[in-house]
């Protein structure tokens, strides 16, 4: 430790002063540029996380250029369209701007972000800030959109009529911003103490008073710059308390319950009357602020949508979109996903031969390292999705899609934003639930949710294909039976979501209001962004549920172990090797390595049926007989609830189908169709009839068998109950499909 | 003499007209009060999603989108 230089300092060392980095909240509707405007602020390196207790997207970044000694953080909030939310993320933003979140500090400085070419509205959301009475400043981004389309704003009149600080950006090629970063430098240097809170609509006088009264109470005294404005919510938004979480004592409802019956009887409409008061201000606003030089003409992005919305372009163009998106996970993804797997299968054969075998070499190859393999054997389908959605949001598209599907989706009470996660969930369930989050309305995206994992997804299909393969003739009725599979998770998926509407989500839904924003160039860095962004998630957060959950299920078919059963294998091969010593040339090389791999098949079908998977397959057999099921099947079905993808290596498993070295995969597989289709009952009748095929197919359309929806669900809805009540309802709705299509069967005469 | 009000959806494509009376429970459409659609707003009919529903208007300045069943309920002054 240095000696102090200066007898007069104090003993601690004195500079440079540690300050803690300034807080600053970035807000502002959707859609006006606002997430560009925080990548061009903090460049690429920002946390993501999310909101305790609910889903919501928390982005946090330093702001570039800020000195060493006094860092400043930014907090991207979701975009909002008012402080009387409608969506998770509005109320969010709300609570944040309100200081209702206990980990989130009083910002030092709000910045909302303005789109130019869409002044009224978007200043309807930032007046509403700027009365809270934090010092605030406005970015009034896109300004050269509104140019185009013929309005030029004055910014110096806007910051005077508005009393805030007004900064033209243009996000998306960067300038304005180091105006704006400078701006930001000062205010937070100068630590601008909070105002009293400013008002920007004149409301009716009876309004004002009942809000000035309300604002008086001691419960909002907390704090006391932002009382007049949260009184004035208090007031006119009905909502406003239910979502205060006990943050307000009863008698704030009570003295707003009054103050509404005495404004009822004044004849003041306490509803609206804010909302016309603050639009006429801001029309007046805008005529003061805004010269138009070429009103009213048709804008390129109108003529795009002539043709993106038409009935017959526009319908053909989504199919199109749709059919690329659904490719690309469907098949491009397949490719990484198949470098990806043959990785992981290396790695575990390196693991399988560098160590000694036992306990610990099988964990570590059968367990963590094929486990760590099928989380990130995702990765591929959700990154795909993610750059395919982010690009249908950010060039406006996704509100077109949804406005040409809400039709459709609306028939059984869903949003037309449901259609995209749905539509994904044919290649994989896991990246359609994390798309339901672009659905505003959280019980539309949980319904959506619930049964997005109904749509055949791509692990089902190598179930579809061995069964069909081993049970139905004919190539017409192998393609009708696929396509009935896929037709039946269709069906019972709207069946479902129209039950789920009725009766368990019942209520009412907000009614439809959505933008259709302008078209825009997106800019490439942040759709890849929020892509890498939603992949981390993944891994950090599903990924860890779904490596323990393939660690137990190895446990489940790995122990107990049987060392009679090795040993005894053990003998039988060293008697084979013994013979062909004593007798040379009763054997072909390849006769040899044939009757060793069946050995080793038979050896492991047997360890299978000795464990604990084994046993529990014996004791679920009850319980799936009148399904036509056994309990080798059942041992399948078992195992595959960690994926489904994992019964055709169980049933290879169980049926003892040896596989030898070099062969390829699919000849693997017409192999197992065929030892299935061999198998007898005791009586000598097949046990995979169409019937029982039908009938087990059925059981994987319906049943949740896959650790990982469920480990995504429980992260998308932030809780065990949803993920447990859709595996209990798919599960019984399995059992029940099946059981009706065996009996149904066999009382029609099939078998 | 000013015409009779008439209903959202029987504008013809691109007409417009003022919105005169909204027949929507009040607790409903704060949002797309809040919207900017009042009464006394300036309104224009762009066009019918392809299947019949929604539509698309026009309102101060931008697009939006609401279900037909509850554009019937929005009364307008056609201009």
Partial sequence: ?????????????????????????????????????????TGLRARVGNYPGVTVERKEGRLQGASADRPVTILDLPGAYSLSPQSLDEQISRDVLLQRLPDVPAPALVIVVVDASNLERNLYFASQVIELGWPTLIAL??????????????????????????????????????ELKQMILATVRGGEKRGSSKTLCDLPPALSREAEAVAQLPALRRHPALARAEALLIVSDEKFLAGGRGVYPPEVAMAAAAARARLEKAGVDWRSSAIEARYARLTAIQQSVVTETNADQVTLSDKLDGIVTHKIWGMLIFIAVMALMFLSIFTFAQWPMELLSNLFTWVGDWVHKTMPGGDLESLLEKGVVLGVGSVVAFLPQICLLFLFIGLLEDTGYMARA???????????????????????????????????????????????????????????????????????????????????????GIGVALAMAWLFKKTLLKGETPMLV???????????????????????????????????????????????????????????????????????RTLTTNELAGALDQLNADRDSALVQGSFAGYAGKLLEPAIAPLGFDWKMGIGILASFAAREVFVSTMSIVYSAAKHEGEKEQAHNQNLQKILAAQKRPDGSPVYTPLTAIAL??????????????????????????????????????????????????????? | MPSASQPLTSLQIGGSGTVSQINLPPEHCRRLQEMGLLIGTHLQLIRFAPLGDPLEIKVRGYHLTIRRHDAEQILLQPK
């Fill in chain 1, 1 to 41: 430790m240095e000696p102090p230089t200066n007898p007069a300092t104090p003993a601690h060392p004195p500079s440079p002063p540690h300050f803690p980095p300034a807080f600053v909240v970035l807000c502002g509707n959707p859609n006006s540029g606002k997430t560009t405007l925080f990548n061009a602020l």
């Fill in chain 1, 141 to 178: 981004n896109m300004a050269d959109v509104a140019e185009k389309n013929g309005q030029i704003i004055d910014t110096l009149k806007l910051g005077d009529a508005l009393g805030v600080p007004v900064i033209s950006t243009v996000a998306s090629d960067g300038a304005g911003v180091p």
């Fill in chain 1, 402 to 488: 949804a406005f040409l599907m809400d039709r459709l989706m609306s028939k059984v009470g869903l949003h037309g934003k449901s259609f995209i996660p749905m539509l994904s969930s044919f290649a994989c369930a896991i990246p359609g639930i994390m798309a339901t989050r672009t659905i505003e309305t959280p019980k539309d995206r949980l319904v959506t949710i619930l049964v997005a994992p109904l749509m055949s997804c791509s692990a089902r299909l190598p179930v579809y294909t061995l069964l069909i393969g081993a049970c139905i003739g004919g190539v017409w009725m192998k393609s009708l039976t696929m396509l009935c599979m896929y037709l039946l």
């Fill in chain 1, 514 to 584: 959505m933008e259709l924003p302008p078209y825009r160039r997106p800019v490439l860095k942040v759709v890849l962004r929020h892509m890498w962004d939603r992949a981390k998630l993944f891994l950090q957060r599903a990924g860890t549920v779904i490596l323990g959950i393939n660690i137990l299920l190895w446990f489940l078919v790995s122990y107990p172990t049987h060392p009679e059963i090795k040993r005894e294998f053990a003998a039988k091969q060293a008697e084979i090797l013994q013979s062909l010593a004593q007798k040379p």
């Fill in chain 1, 697 to 751: 197919m059925v059981f994987y359309v319906l049943a949740m068998q896959c650790a990982s929806t469920v480990a995504v669900v429980r992260r998308e809805t932030n809780s065990w109950k949803w993920p447990v009540f859709q595996w209990v309802y798919m599960g019984a709705l399995a059992w029940a499909l099946a059981f009706a299509t065996y009996q149904g069967g066999l009382l029609l005469g099939f078998h």
